[in-house]
């Protein structure tokens, strides 16, 4: 069963930087593409970026593109979001999620993946 643990979470200042990580247990992470996704409170899960298994290319959301960046590490078979010039608006629980068979078109949509973690919560204070 793949089971996935995040970690990295907490309160940083507008600004500051902080590195998630998602460790994947009972399965490849280099076989599973991997998204990141988030969500404020009182607002639907929103996409934040993925990487595609087979090809390891990267996507991200329009919003953070040139701050944040996924990677993924095949020997500790986890993936990391190092989230940089962070805003109050980045606030919000992040997800990690998995699935063997999310074609690239559908990367963005959380309905496509089978596997979930716990959250780890993320605040930027202004």
């Known amino acids: 069963q793949v089971q996935l643990v995040e970690s990295g979470g907490g309160l940083v200042p507008a600004g500051g930087s902080l590195r998630l990580s998602c460790k994947l247990s009972?399965?490849?992470?280099?076989?599973?593409?991997m998204g990141w996704f988030r969500q404020a409170p009182g607002r639907e899960r929103e996409f934040v970026a993925a990487?595609?298994?087979?090809?390891?290319?990267?996507y991200y959301t329009d919003s953070v593109k040139g701050r944040f960046a996924m990677s993924r590490d095949n020997a500790e078979n986890s993936v990391f979001l190092q989230m940089n010039s962070l805003k109050p608006g980045d606030t919000a629980v992040y997800y990690c999620?998995?699935?063997?068979?999310?074609?690239?078109?559908?990367?963005?949509?959380?309905?496509?993946?089978?596997?979930w973690g716990q959250g780890t919560s993320v605040s930027v204070s202004s």
């Open positions: 999620a998995a699935d063997r068979h999310v074609i690239t078109s559908s990367l963005q949509l959380p309905s496509q993946y089978a596997y």
């Open positions: 990487i595609k298994g087979s090809s390891s290319s990267t």
């Open positions: 009972g399965g490849a992470v280099r076989t599973y593409s």
